[in-house]
């Protein structure tokens, strides 16, 4: 199997997408020519052409909506937003329109629209180029939320999402575009969006993560097995609809569970993971249910010094689980 | 770049019907009565409170009724606002769908009764779903016309809104798309001087809509919205545009909105009743009536016809609501989520 | 003490903050001679003028954006959004700009600036006049998110966020603004942004609310008491920050825990405060932590029987409170 | 509407310098050749791998130092954008807060190095805060243009945007409460050509942003953005006309970003070569350093002692900022609220 970056990884899902099916299409900000600032569509503006790779307006708010309407039609849009923290002004359209409109047509109107975006911090990008914004939208029904944590499934989970008939959120750790590297099977797979995978089997205490903290976790996980603690980790992948069922499962195992996230800690992700534990794992739990995650303050401040002090990484998640472990 | 008298009206002096066959003209004619009547008795059921809401079309039925008529129905794209009762009526919406969607009863079309009345939805009509916050439908056209143009087809995306929306900065996005990218694209704003309580020139410093043209690189046209043959021919002059692919065309159809806003509207406090009553008296349909009849088109006895076939048809349409059952709950739960394709 | 509806309480606190402080100011859509389509600001234009009470072009994104620049020059900025539901077009305005200004200008910038709201269900609004949306803005570190459940709090909280140097989204229960009454102080007097308010102390299990449903609750409560539970309900009034301590406090006596919202089960409100539960008072928990909330399903569908379906409501959460106490 | 002409160069004719006394002049001057050269050695920096990130204002000195200059500095309030390193330096900024923005050091001024580089932020001269959303600082400055209005002050509020920008719905709905309620805001549009790799007939099919003024009722003014004295003039009769209530202007000054998008970016793919070489031979430093010297206003001693002190600011600059310490971890933590006023 091909070894390759998860942004080769993501480049070739969509390059075998519009190969596959003519009615996918791609849009946004500088994909073009340029091939996008993270050079995600290197080459398929060549390839392709303009009919297929369209350089929008610099709108993100009308890139969905845009998306939506050709979504409507018929056709299956990728719509890049090139920052995660650019996807705020397409809000209301991803909220209130892409999601509720299968429902409130009662079926009548699709809308299979990938929205694409890199996430998260670790870059020196300071306020606004380093956001996670996935609890905004796993908290929103109609749509799905994906996040990758490797080449593999960042392939597979992308043709996953072209394919879906529902709007598909796909958030992308841009740490990990060229840092993470992994192995990608040869011709067509596809990862399904929904289930969870557990990446580590192990029996002392249950890590959940997903994008770059779940690469971090498996780091940790592998300190901690050089310590003789066995910490299971479970890639969530999919963050909408959620997957309890799997989580459910690891923690009645293990008895422990600790949720690793890089946005602000109150009312992201892992609080519903969280919640979902201490009513559903109530009688398994044999620990406090922990998270570890970024300071509530808006997002990821420049100075070095500030960053290192905000993201989560290897060593602070090995002690948080060193320490519920211990518990 | 805005033009401000409409084009169509010079050639409405030389062909005073727009050229329109005798029974175009009266399907035109019934289409803006029995949406009237229909929406008349909307307000009656909301007065003996037997239904919640209402929002009224009444005052636009010759914008509607002359854009709908401009389109080919079922083939071209119409992205709707919920004042549009005409336009979705002339484009195949049913009494007994509207009536339906007022109760919220079982086997309405548009939504399954999960929407508000006047949310509408028609696939088989390429009406395409409306949701409340207003503007959004912009882009959504614009996206269909970008699908037509990319897939090469000879459809066009019709979008109509409020002139009050257009003050949000979505309804410019989706202009701009389509102006820069030669959409088959038509906007139709439909300025009736309010949005809700809020009086046109507390939304924009220009006399027209139409005048915001000029930003994008596209037409803008200027209409009687109460003559229905005047927008006819002003809407049907840019959906030729955009079949030929010429791009998009922002027109303008001036009229009035001669009730409150809506059922939950009292709109004494924000406008006098003289400029209302002065309003009623353009009523379209009268307008419409009176040229029909000058042209020998329309007698007493068709207009007798008319009016009770119109009757007819919202009596039975409430009646049928009104037995209608609620629909299952069971059905609220589900939905959410188009099932997968099955895989080959 | 004179009796209110909780919508006259919101229209008296604005009123004597304008009378207060002129650098006070509304807009909104309709805020001026219909004095919004609620009744909110009603008389207000007709008191203190075009100059303070400004109707707004019907863009909610610069209605904030507005907001934002006048509260920089400092003024007090109350925008109305008509219905929560159309809040969505200001979330970048508001995520971004509003919330993050102080951080990062490093205190040099302040934004004063009210955000008025209705939101919830109930009235036959359908998808789009009945949103509840306060689980987005309560994961944004800079703002303070706030839900009044009755007359007193509303006034005393609105004129604290009026007051307050800080942006503060203020949602109203639009179901209560009539049905709701209370004594309401004379004179002046504030209610603190920040402390939740154990509106009825209990021994058997502690309920967490707010707004609409902290009136629900109330009302189950009542119920229970009839039949020997004895339940506490907390009125959570501020929802950002979070008011852990009351939250822990409640539970450490009671050991028992139910959130009830309006808003979508998954990553609503509720998820938070069962997380901080299952952390921080794991051994205080006698029973798992419950939630109940509306199903995962995009708002209140409009017919009436959906409606029913989709709200909870004083049966719902009375059933709901007999099971935990029975646990 | 849109004034495609500059009304600024006619006057020009006559008055060739724009009628400011020689100091002024040399100010104007002084702040472009000390912003190039601070911007030179930030790219120099970047490639020595000792900041993270440089976004630049290179080509666009005329366009800021003339705006600059039309405002009544400490008193007009400014909401810039990344690109205006020439306009807030001429508003007081110092090469020493630049670096130690690029650094992310200590005592950083616009944001205790919580943001990027060249998110400005000066409040003893008036700057807003920049965030890198683009056109959200459009509704922050028509707001406080509100507020001055509203307290009857005589200050006007400028708003600088990229070309790019304008195509986001907030700009126009910024523009447009300004021009219903007459606000004394200017919009200066830099249009150099580019969003980052997005040429600007992708981006509206108007041959000028300024065209874009009659979608608000509102001037809109071209001006050739490498000339500093015509940027001076139209910037100044927009900030009079401001001042006087007259409403609000749209200008646009034309310009060419000479290097890449930033730091991160790599022109080669979406530009020639040749293109770029074109518009450096229009360097807008050299051709009012020519015009000054054909005045008789520079002398090679002159031009010589400017170079001289602006290499030493900016040598001082880059030692000082290298030599701060890192700010104190624990500062990040905090000022997310700002405290409560104390209770009388
Ligand atoms: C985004 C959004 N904000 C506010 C509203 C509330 N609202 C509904 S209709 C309306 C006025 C619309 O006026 P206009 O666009 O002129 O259309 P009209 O109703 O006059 O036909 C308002 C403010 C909404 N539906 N959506
Ligand atoms: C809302 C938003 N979307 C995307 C970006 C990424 N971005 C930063 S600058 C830029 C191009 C801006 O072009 P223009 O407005 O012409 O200004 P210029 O940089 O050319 O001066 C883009 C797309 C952003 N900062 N904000
Ligand atoms: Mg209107
Ligand atoms: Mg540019």
């Known amino acids: ?327 | 770049m805005a033009i401000t008298s409409a084009p169509a009206r010079s050639r409405l002096d030389q062909e005073p019907l727009a050229g329109l066959p005798p029974e175009t003209l009266l399907e035109l004619y019934w289409q803006m009565l029995r949406s009237r009547r229909l929406d008349e008795r909307a307000w009656t059921l909301h007065r003996q409170g037997k239904i919640a809401f209402h929002i009224s079309a009444m005052g636009h039925e010759a914008a509607q009724a002359g854009a709908a008529c401009a389109l080919r129905r079922g083939h071209d794209y119409v992205v709707p606002y919920y004042r549009d009762l005409t336009l979705v009526l002339s484009l195949g919406y049913t009494p007994r769908d509207f009536m339906l969607g007022l109760f919220g009863k079982q086997g309405e079309v548009t939504s399954g009764a999960r929407q508000m009345p006047s949310h509408w939805s028609l696939r088989s009509a390429n009406v395409v779903s409306t949701s409340s916050p207003v503007a959004t439908q912009i882009s959504h056209a614009a996206g269909l016309a970008l699908a037509c143009k990319l897939r090469g087809d000879d459809r066009v995306a019709l979008a109509c809104i409020g002139e009050g929306a257009t003050s949000q900065g979505e309804w410019y996005e989706g202009l701009n798309w389509a102006a820069v990218h030669k959409l088959p694209f038509i906007c139709l704003v439909q300025n009736n001087v309010y949005a809700i309580s809020v009086p046109v020139d507390r939304q924009m410093a220009v006399p027209n809509v139409a005048d915001r043209a000029a930003a994008f690189g596209m037409p803008g046209v200027v209409v009687d919205g109460n003559d229905v043959l005047a927008v006819y021919e002003a809407m049907k002059a840019a959906v030729d545009r955009a079949r030929a692919g010429e791009g998009p065309t922002l027109v303008e159809a001036k009229t009035y909105r001669v009730v409150p806003h809506s059922s939950d509207d009292d709109d004494r406090s924000y406008r006098t009743r003289d400029e209302v009553e002065l309003w009623k008296k353009r009523d379209p349909i009268l307008r419409f009536r009176a040229k029909l009849e000058a042209a020998g088109l329309l007698t007493p006895d068709q207009q007798s016809e008319h009016e009770a076939r119109a009757q007819a048809e919202v009596d039975e349409a409430v009646q049928f609501a009104q037995a209608a059952p609620y629909p299952d709950v069971a059905l609220a739960a589900g939905g959410v989520y188009a099932p997968l394709p099955q895989e080959a």
């Open chain 1, 1 to 327: 199997m091909p070894e390759m970056t998860l942004i080769e990884a993501v480049r070739q899902a969509m390059d075998e997408e519009l190969a596959r099916d003519d009615r996918v299409f791609v849009t946004g900000e500088d994909v073009g020519r340029r091939g996008g600032v993270f050079r995600a569509t290197l080459g398929l503006f060549e390839k392709y052409g303009p009919g297929r790779i369209i350089d929008s307006p610099l709108a993100e708010l009308s890139i969905v909506g845009i998306g939506v309407g050709a979504a409507l039609y018929g056709l299956r849009p990728i719509c890049e937003i090139q920052f995660a923290d650019f996807i705020h002004p397409a809000f209301n359209q991803i909220v209130n329109e892409a999601a509720k409109m299968y429902y409130r047509s009662n079926g009548e109107w699709l809308v299979p629209l990938v929205i694409r975006a890199p996430y998260g911090g670790g870059i020196s990008g300071g306020l606004y180029h380093s956001q996670s914004v996935e609890a905004f939208f796993a908290h929103v029904p109609g749509l799905k939320v994906v996040i990758p944590s490797n080449p593999r499934d960042a392939k597979g989970l992308l043709k996953s999402a072209v394919r879906d008939p529902n709007p598909v959120v796909f958030f992308e750790p841009k740490k990990g575009y060229r840092l993470i590297k992994g192995e990608v099977p040869e011709g067509e797979y596809t990862v399904p969006i929904g289930p969870a995978n557990v990446s580590r089997p192990g029996r002392d205490l249950s890590v959940f993560a997903y994008g770059m903290m779940h690469y971090y976790c498996l780091k940790a996980a592998g300190t901690l097995a050089g310590e003789g603690i066995d910490v299971e980790v479970v890639d969530l992948r999919t963050l909408y609809p959620v997957d309890k069922a799997a989580i459910l499962e690891s923690v009645r195992k293990t008895g422990k569970a600790l949720v690793v996230y890089e946005d602000n800690l109150t009312m992201g992700y892992g609080a519903e993971v969280a919640a979902i534990l201490a009513d559903e794992a109530f009688t398994s739990l044999d620990a406090p249910v922990k998270r570890l995650a970024a300071p509530d303050v808006p997002a990821v401040p420049f100075s070095h010094p500030f960053q290192e002090w905000f993201m989560p990484n290897p060593d602070k998640i090995a002690a948080a689980m060193r320490e519920l472990a211990a518990y």
